[in-house]
């Protein structure tokens, strides 16, 4: 029997989702196959799990599944006054095809980036329900934002968000550290 064997149902299952069942903030539930539907992009765009890593680094993650354009995802990662950027692109279409990874990239960035993000984040309230409709222009999709603090984790979640929105706002904010095309 290997210590893999040994370990309780619940813990050897958590290593094959990439988010958790309970959202941290608010302990609303996260069904399954929510779960497995965005866990096979991340798989695709290869990112670690973040609700589980025990290291010291803040990190924040946004993924964008988009009905008429190629998923995309962005990563930003505070390690000791070093930030590094990521993103990345998977050919698939729609919001349930990931496809595969076709282009990932990533440059160094100074701490006001952090900054900036962080003060427009700070303003969304993941607690609030968001009666607001979607954006009207047609383009479906579904942002996913995750931030990974210390032993705090937190996400968000919002289909087709409104420009004037706060999550909206802050996950632009990413884009425009990137050499993206095609988001606006």
């Known amino acids: 029997l ?11 299952d958590t290593v ?19 779960v497995l539907h965005v ?7 290869n990112e670690p799990e973040l609700f589980i890593n025990d290291n010291t680094d803040h990190t924040i993650r946004f ?33 349930n095809d990931p496809g595969k990874l076709i282009m990932s990239r990533q440059k160094q960035l100074g701490e006001s980036a952090w900054r900036g993000f962080r003060r427009l984040a700070e303003k969304i309230n993941t607690c ?15 942002w996913w934002l995750e931030g990974k ?4 984790y937190v996400l968000s979640k919002k289909d087709s968000p409104l420009p004037g929105s706060n999550i909206y706002k802050s996950c632009y904010y ?3 550290l990137t050499d993206l095309a095609g988001m606006d």
């Open 63 to 95: 993924t964008c599944l988009r009905a008429n354009h190629h998923p995309v995802l962005i990563r930003m990662v505070l390690t000791g006054g070093k930030v590094m950027l990521y993103w990345k692109e998977c050919d698939g279409t729609g919001t």
């Open 128 to 142: 609030k329900v968001d009666t607001a409709m979607a954006d009207e222009t047609g383009e479906a999709s579904e």
């Open 149 to 152: 603090l210390g032993n705090m």
């Open 39 to 45: 866990t096979k992009y991340l798989a695709a765009f």
């Open 16 to 34: 094959n989702y990439k988010l958790p069942l309970v959202r941290a903030v608010d302990s609303s539930r996260l069904d399954t196959a929510t």
């Open 2 to 12: 290997s210590l893999h064997d040994a370990l309780p149902i619940w813990q050897a």
């Open 174 to 176: 990413l884009i425009g």
